[in-house]
């Protein structure tokens, strides 16, 4: 990947996403009747296996888990195996996404299905479990790129999203917006710091991070 191809991809995540939180407040009709069919179907899916499933989704993907403690563990690994800018780079963009996430959620304010099976905050879309999940996917690409990162990656923010309908706590647009936001957020963030996302223990080495001063 290029540097050019995350700022296109971050900017065409973003867009579409708030294209459809736009489309969603002006003309809702367009949007709801998909989300309408996807909600019901999640309701006759439901069952104890699947609930406690995404509860336990719900547990790990928001809260103080998905804010700090995740944030908190992929900086420290990255410090170790990337050096400090890694690490910056994964706080910072878990930064991004979380405050792009609230920023459009207080704008517009939706309102999530009535039949949720959990608590949660103000604002349906977009989905913040699902926005976390695909910023901590994009995060780890670029500090770790393998095809093995990709894949858990996308399989971890998809779950994340579908566990989020199958709660009745999002709508399948919210859980879409989400994902766009968070990847974008990330790839936007990783076009900005190409070098701190993509090789940021060979800048460190470059400027002579942790040496003697004698030796550089």
Known sequence: MTRRIALVLG??????????????????????????????????????VLVGWA????????????????PLA??????????WRGAAFALIGFLVSAGLVQVVKNALGRARPQDLLVASDFGSFPSGHTANAAALAVVLWFLFPSLITALCGAVWTIAMGFSRTVL??????????GALIGAGAAFLLAAVLWRWARHPERLASEHGDGQDPSRR
Not at 55 to 70: D, E, Q
Not at 74 to 83: D, I, M, N, S
């Open 11 to 48: 900017i065409v995540g973003v867009t579409v996403a708030l294209a459809t939180g736009l489309l969603i407040a002006v003309q809702p009709g367009l949007v709801v009747s998909l989300d309408d069919a996807w909600n019901l179907e999640m309701v006759e899916w439901r069952g104890p």
């Open 55 to 70: 509860l336990v989704m719900n547990v790990l993907g928001g809260g103080w888990v998905a804010t700090i403690l995740t």
């Open 168 to 177: 009745s706590v999002h709508w399948f647009s919210d859980t879409v917006g």
């Open 74 to 83: 992929v900086a420290a690994l990255a410090w170790l195996l990337r050096g």
